[in-house]
């Protein structure tokens, strides 16, 4: 009966039989048409990310500003805010970005004020993202009861508006650079929860973690040994997203004046340009390079986590064709044309 089958197949035009050990045709091909595609194979997250063009852009932006932060009293050993200079110079060899109203340097400004607004994104998205892990593992885990009272305060703090709450919180506790983290952690966690409990409940229903369960493992060992591992992907790009909000809203309350002005920040910088009239009087000097900073840290995160999404997404991976093992025919060996007609009787 195979026999039969074989030979019928391999009995019609245009197609051969690939070896079912090998998985190649006589010919040495893959028994594959030419016009079929096939899906890489799936790789680590790592490997995939450098390989990846836009996550290594990012990666190098974000690099260069975390080496200025680290090498900022290195480059600028005095106080950034003291006057070194004449008021609202322009850029020149001397002061490459100008000074301010006050006549202090915007390069040392940009610089210093780089470690203060990285350093409270990575906190913010570090913070924000681990109290969004516990609460959506638990919710996932335990469910019942846990899960409602968890899934009832994630949407009371997400159906808050955000920003108002941020103002209002910034205005009663006392000024300083914990006050502005603390703030933008209680106002951030509830959108990671939210997303890793509803990934979280589609791992919780696996067979493996029934298996541990059954074998008797803590819940513990099971939510961060067993569900966590699983969810690398999304525990990545949400943490990704959690420092840009952090950056981007650090900056926003203190360009309205509700963070500790005396720190020198980019979002200090932002503020006391549009207090001392650099709008106004047209010194771009003053506050492009701060907001161009924090936009190419934004696109840099960004970039990573959209080069996440690709890695893990079988759906976004490149799709690529099979190498054919056949040599190439040149001219001479191209097959003549059989003539027809008039020419073919003669």
């Known amino acids: 009966m195979t026999t039969s089958i074989a030979n019928t197949a391999s009995s019609l035009p245009g197609e051969t039989l690939a070896d079912p050990l090998t998985g190649k045709t006589p010919d040495g091909g893959t028994g594959l048409p030419p016009a079929v595609s096939v899906r890489q194979s799936n790789r680590s997250l790592l490997h995939g990310l450098l390989t990846n063009k836009k996550a290594m852009t990012g990666a190098a932006i974000l690099f260069v500003f975390i080496a200025l932060a680290l ?4 480059l600028f050993p ?26 202090q340097d915007v390069l040392a400004l940009t610089i210093h004020g780089s470690r203060s607004s990285l350093f409270v994104g990575l906190t913010v998205g570090f913070a924000s993202t681990f109290i969004g892990i516990l609460v959506g593992l638990a919710s996932a885990y335990f469910g019942k009861f846990i899960d409602e009272a968890l899934s009832l305060t994630t949407n009371v703090f997400l159906l808050l ?15 300083g650079l914990g006050t502005v983290i603390l703030v933008l952690v209680v106002t951030g966690w509830a959108g990671s929860a939210r997303v890793l409990r509803s990934q979280a409940l589609s791992i919780r229903s696996k067979d493996f973690v029934a298996a541990a369960v059954v074998t008797g493992e803590r819940p513990l060992r099971i939510m961060f040994g067993e569900i966590l ?39 200090n910088n932002l503020y006391w340009a549009g207090n001392e009239g650099a709008l106004l009087t047209g010194s771009w000097w003053v506050f492009v390079p701060s907001g161009v900073c924090i936009a ?17 997404n079988p759906r976004l991976r490149k799709i690529r064709k099979p190498k054919s093992d056949k040599p190439k025919l040149t001219q001479a060996d191209q097959p003549k044309p059989v003539p027809t007609g008039k020419r073919a009787a003669a």
């Open 229 to 267: 591992p699983n969810m690398a992907s999304i525990v990545m790009g949400t943490l990704l997203a959690c420092i840009i909000y952090g950056i981007g809203a650090q900056a926003g309350l203190e360009f309205l004046g509700l963070g500790d002005v005396s720190t020198v920040s980019w979002g």
């Open 296 to 312: 190419l840290v934004a696109f840099s995160l960004a970039l990573i986590n959209y080069a996440v999404d690709e890695v893990t």
């Open 71 to 74: 090498l900022a009293p290195v």
């Open 161 to 175: 508006p955000g920003l108002p709450l941020l103002v209002i919180l910034a205005a009663f506790l006392p000024p």
């Open 78 to 103: 005095d106080n950034p805010s003291k006057i070194t200079g004449m008021a609202s110079q322009e850029p020149d060899a001397e002061y490459w970005l100008g000074t301010t109203a006050k006549g």
